[in-house]
C-alpha cells in the first residue's frame, strides 16, 4: 500500500483566446488611458466677433469693421465688391447693417450682424445731378503721359545694354494702360538743352516701346544712329517736338478763360499747373479739368518713382493719374453736371459708349469738413460702386496702397462700397474731408 496521496486538481474554467486577447487589450487601453491627459477637441466655430469702431458716426466720417474668423474660412461683407481678411473701412452715409457670412471650416453657414448708426446731416455738403445725353467729346485713349529729361528717363526705365529694365516702373505703367485700353505718352527733354539725342538716351525709350504699348515726344532731335534704334516700329512712335516749353499746359485756374485748343494738341504740365500739383487730388482735379477743357492729352512732369533699379516709394502723384484712368475708362465721353454746393467740392461725369456704363467723380477739397453728397442718377441706374481715394497715411486707393511695395504691386485686397439709390433715383454719397469718391454706376439687365 502506498503512502502517496493522490494529486488533488482544481477544476477552472477555460476561456476562449479571443476573448483572453480582447481582455488583454482593454486592460492596456485603461492603463494607458489613465497615465495619459485626454486631448481636448478644439471648440466648434459658429459665429465670428464682429465690431464697429466706432459704432456711431456722423455723415462723412469712417468706420472700421473687423471680425475673426480661423484660417481657411471664406467670408464675404454684405455691400462690399470683396471681403478684405479680418477688417475694412466703410463709410456709410446713413444708419447701415453690416452682416458677414460664409461657411465655417466645417461646411456649415455662419453669419453675424453689426449695425453702424450714421447721423444724418441737416443739409448735404452738395447736390449733384447727371443730366443725358451724352454731348460731349470723349477722353482720348492716349490722354495720360509723363514727361522726363533723358538721364530721369534712363534711370526710371533702366538701359537694355548696361543692365536689367526696370520692372517696377513697367509695372505701374501698364496698370495706368489697363485703364485706358490706349498707349501712354512720355515726353523726354534733354538733361542739358544741347546736342543731339544720342543713342544711349534713346534705348530705354526704345525697348520699353517694345515691352508696352507707349509713345514717346522728343524734345531734342536725335543723331542719325539714335534714329536707327526705333526705324523699324510703327510710325507714329516717335515724334519731334523741340520747342521747348511751347506746349507747356497753362494754369488750371486760367481754363476758365482760356480758349479751347484746336485740334489734337497735347500740353506739358508741371509745378506751375497750380492746384496743389504734387498732391494725390490735385492731380487728379487737374488732370479731369485739362481733360474737360479740351486738350488732347497731359504730360506730367514729374518724378513719380524713384531713379534707382529698385522701387523704394510711389509718389501721390500716381494715385491721382490712376483715379484719373479709372475715371476715363475707355474713351470715356462727357456728360453735363449740376452742383450746387457751397464748399470747395467739384464733380465729373463721363458715360462709356460701349457698355454705356457711367463714371462720376467727386472730389471735396475742404481740408476739415465732411458730410453727403446727394447724387441724382440718370434715368435707368440704381446702383453704384463706390471707389475711394483717401489721403490719411498711408494713401489708398480702393483700400490698396503702394506704401511698402517693392516691385509696383499695390498691397492690400481691392473694393468698393455698394450703394442703392431711392425710389426716386437719388443716393447718398459720403465724402469725408480731403477726399475722392469714383462712382461706377452700371445699366441693369434687361
Not at 533702366?158 to 515726353?187: C, E, F, H, M, W
Request: hydrophobic letters at 40%; glycine letters at 10%.
Amino acid at each position: 500500500m502506498s503512502n502517496t496521496l493522490p494529486l488533488q486538481t482544481t477544476a477552472r474554467a477555460s476561456l476562449p483566446s479571443a476573448t483572453r486577447h480582447g481582455l488583454g487589450w482593454t486592460f492596456a487601453a485603461a492603463a494607458l488611458l489613465t497615465g495619459c491627459q485626454q486631448i481636448p477637441q478644439p471648440p466648434t466655430y459658429t459665429t465670428p466677433a464682429l465690431t464697429a469702431q466706432p459704432p456711431r458716426i456722423e455723415a462723412g466720417q469712417s468706420v472700421r469693421l473687423s471680425w475673426d474668423a480661423p484660417l481657411g474660412t471664406s467670408l464675404r461683407m454684405s455691400g462690399l465688391t470683396a471681403t478684405p481678411p479680418g477688417a475694412v473701412l466703410v463709410r456709410p452715409a446713413q444708419t447701415t447693417t453690416y452682416t458677414l457670412s460664409g461657411p465655417a471650416p466645417s461646411g456649415a453657414p455662419i453669419t453675424a450682424s453689426v449695425t453702424v448708426e450714421v447721423l444724418p446731416d441737416d443739409e448735404p455738403l452738395a447736390r449733384l445731378r447727371i443730366a443725358e445725353p451724352a454731348t460731349g467729346a470723349s477722353i482720348a485713349a492716349d490722354f495720360l503721359g509723363l514727361a522726363h529729361d533723358a538721364g530721369q528717363a534712363q534711370q526710371l526705365m533702366g538701359d537694355p545694354a548696361t543692365g536689367p529694365v526696370n520692372a517696377s516702373y513697367r509695372k505701374l505703367l501698364r496698370k495706368l494702360q489697363n485703364y485706358g485700353s490706349g498707349p501712354l505718352s512720355i515726353r523726354m527733354d534733354s538733361s542739358s538743352g544741347g546736342g543731339p539725342a544720342t543713342p544711349a538716351m534713346l534705348r530705354p525709350l526704345v525697348q520699353l516701346a517694345r515691352d508696352l504699348p507707349t509713345r514717346f515726344i522728343l524734345g531734342v532731335s536725335p543723331d542719325a544712329p539714335a534714329r536707327r534704334l526705333y526705324a523699324d516700329l510703327p510710325a507714329g512712335t516717335f515724334t519731334l517736338e523741340t520747342a521747348r516749353g511751347a506746349n507747356d499746359c497753362p494754369a488750371v485756374e486760367q481754363l476758365a478763360h482760356a480758349a479751347p485748343p484746336q485740334g489734337s494738341r497735347r500740353c506739358t504740365a508741371g509745378p506751375g499747373a497750380g492746384l496743389g500739383f504734387e498732391s494725390a487730388l490735385g492731380t487728379a482735379h487737374m488732370l479731369m479739368d485739362y481733360a474737360q477743357w479740351g486738350v488732347a492729352g497731359v504730360n506730367l512732369r514729374s518724378d513719380l518713382w524713384n531713379t534707382e533699379g529698385t522701387l523704394q516709394a510711389v509718389e501721390p502723384q500716381y494715385y491721382g493719374m490712376l483715379f484719373f484712368a479709372q475715371f476715363a475708362g475707355a474713351q470715356g465721353q462727357w456728360l453735363q453736371t449740376q452742383l450746387e454746393s457751397g464748399a470747395r467740392i467739384k464733380a465729373w461725369a463721363v458715360r462709356d459708349a460701349r457698355n454705356q456704363t457711367v463714371r462720376v467723380a467727386v472730389i471735396n477739397q475742404e481740408p476739415s469738413t465732411q458730410g453727403t453728397v446727394a447724387v441724382q442718377l440718370p434715368a435707368g441706374l440704381r446702383q453704384a460702386v463706390v471707389t475711394r481715394l483717401t489721403t490719411s497715411d498711408p494713401l489708398r486707393l480702393a483700400g490698396q496702397t503702394f506704401d511698402g511695395s517693392r516691385d509696383g504691386r499695390p498691397l492690400g485686397t481691392a473694393y468698393g462700397e455698394i450703394l442703392e439709390a431711392d425710389s426716386n433715383g437719388q443716393l447718398l454719397l459720403a465724402m469725408g474731408a480731403n477726399s475722392a469718391a469714383l462712382l461706377t454706376l452700371t445699366p441693369s439687365a434687361p
